[in-house]
């Protein structure tokens, strides 16, 4: 059975760095089988989050054929991907697409992640479009089923790694160059 993804808005009084508060709506994502049973995910999964009043204020159904965390990473980016396929009757070539949810820290590394998700795809295709989601967090289903847990924890393992922050000494600059002995000069 394939997944069927909810886009879940939330409106709720949120503190930013500044000690300030301000009404915001975020759009979360959660698995789930019916409107209902989204309506009840996300107000769980806030609940433990969220300590004041929340109000939802929309919920859709979402078109994303496949949701891939990676690790190190704090985005989500909407990937359309067109699968192309040769039409033996028509003798013309088609094109459908998909959309991919991937995570990633810029659009490059989004290309990247979605070249690394589709490399074992056996047919042509193509990434015609990149594009940041407003995706604030993925709330996956679990039924608690033997082998799911471990799944459940690879995915939330990957989705929630922070990326990582290179020290300035850590960093070694490419266009540093050596000095250069002037001529009289020698080494000792």
């Known amino acids: 059975m394939s997944t069927i993804w909810y886009e879940c808005k939330v409106k709720y009084r949120k503190t930013d760095e500044t000690g300030g508060q ?12 019916s409107y209902t049973e989204a309506e009840s995910r996300i107000t769980e999964e806030m609940s433990a989050y969220i300590s004041e009043e929340f109000k939802i204020t929309n919920i859709k159904m979402a078109n994303y054929a496949e949701i891939h965390p990676f690790e190190n990473t704090d985005r989500w980016f909407k990937t359309r991907v067109s699968l192309m396929a040769y039409d033996e009757e028509s003798g013309k070539e088609r094109k459908s697409n998909m959309y991919l949810l991937i995570q990633a820290n810029d659009v490059k590394e989004a290309f990247d992640n979605t070249v690394h998700v589709m490399k074992t795809t056996m047919g042509e295709y193509s990434i015609p479009a990149i594009s940041e989601s407003p995706i604030m967090d993925v709330f996956p289903y679990f039924s608690g089923e033997d082998g799911e847990l471990e799944e459940l924890e690879k995915f939330n393992a990957r989705k929630n790694s922070k990326p990582e922050i290179i020290k300035e000494t850590d960093f070694e600059d490419p266009m540093e160059f050596e000095t250069v002995l002037e001529e009289g000069e020698q080494e000792a």
């Not at 301000?22 to 089988?33: N, R």
Request: hydrophobic letters at 40%; aromatic letters at 8%.
């Open 22 to 33: 301000k009404v915001t709506t975020e759009p979360y994502l959660v698995d789930a089988l």
